[in-house]
């Protein structure tokens, strides 16, 4: 396989201290390494950004862009608000329950536990509205391996499904 391990995934935010503030004092998380400058080094192009990191424990990455000349921040109207979010994964329910209790005695409004089946997760909104979900796996080997040997055919039905009823 190509692809060895997540590196970072990156996201705008509209305050960068805020930003820092939320993930290194609510979530816990190691503020890395930050980067300026005032133009785009992969294009070239003007765009005075600050670009922050904070480090999970497999070593890899949550990044944030506050790029304060840019039009404000906006969400995608075609898309339900609960369709993109973020999952971290904790270790246990002991720790899921943690981090809620966490959240909410910092003022974080939280959703759930949601137990979808094969996890456990909560929800939440960070500095910029980003949605958050904490999650922990609730399945053993043998029920991961059920659902990856379903997971083919369940494409394959919701791909007859979408022709069936005329969806795109």
Same mark, same amino acid.
């Given at each position: 396989?190509? +692809?060895?391990?997540? @590196? !970072?995934?990156?996201?705008?935010?509209? #305050?960068?201290?805020?930003? @820092?503030?939320?993930?290194? $004092?609510?979530?816990?998380?190691?503020?890395?390494?930050?980067?300026?400058?005032? @133009?785009?080094?992969?294009?070239?192009?003007?765009?005075? !950004?600050?670009? +922050?990191?904070?480090?999970?424990?497999?070593?890899?990455?949550?990044?944030?862009?506050?790029?304060?000349?840019?039009?404000?921040?906006?969400?995608?109207?075609? *898309?339900?608000?609960?369709?993109? !979010?973020?999952?971290?994964?904790?270790?246990?329910?002991?720790?899921?329950?943690?981090?809620?209790?966490?959240?909410?005695?910092?003022?974080? #409004?939280?959703?759930?536990?949601?137990? @979808?089946?094969?996890?456990?997760?909560?929800?939440? $909104? #960070?500095?910029?509205? !980003?949605?958050?979900? +904490?999650? *922990? $796996?609730? *399945?053993?080997?043998?029920?991961?391996?059920?659902?990856?040997?379903?997971?083919?055919?369940?494409?394959?039905?919701? *791909?007859?499904?979408?022709?069936?009823?005329?969806? $795109?």
């Amino acid at each position: 396989m190509l +692809l060895r391990k997540l @590196h !970072h995934v990156a996201y705008r935010c509209v #305050d960068a201290v805020a930003t @820092h503030d939320f993930y290194t $004092r609510v979530l816990g998380m190691k503020y890395a390494a930050a980067v300026t400058n005032d @133009h785009v080094p992969s294009m070239r192009a003007f765009s005075p !950004h600050f670009h +922050l990191f904070f480090e999970m424990a497999d070593g890899s990455y949550i990044a944030f862009f506050e790029v304060p000349v840019s039009p404000p921040m906006g969400s995608d109207p075609n *898309t339900p608000d609960w369709v993109q !979010h973020l999952a971290l994964e904790v270790a246990d329910e002991t720790a899921l329950m943690a981090g809620k209790a966490r959240l909410k005695s910092c003022g974080i #409004d939280v959703l759930g536990p949601t137990d @979808h089946g094969f996890c456990k997760s909560i929800y939440f $909104r #960070d500095p910029s509205g !980003h949605r958050l979900e +904490l999650t *922990t $796996r609730t *399945t053993n080997a043998a029920e991961a391996t059920a659902q990856e040997n379903e997971a083919g055919p369940m494409l394959a039905a919701w *791909t007859e499904r979408k022709r069936r009823e005329g969806w $795109r």
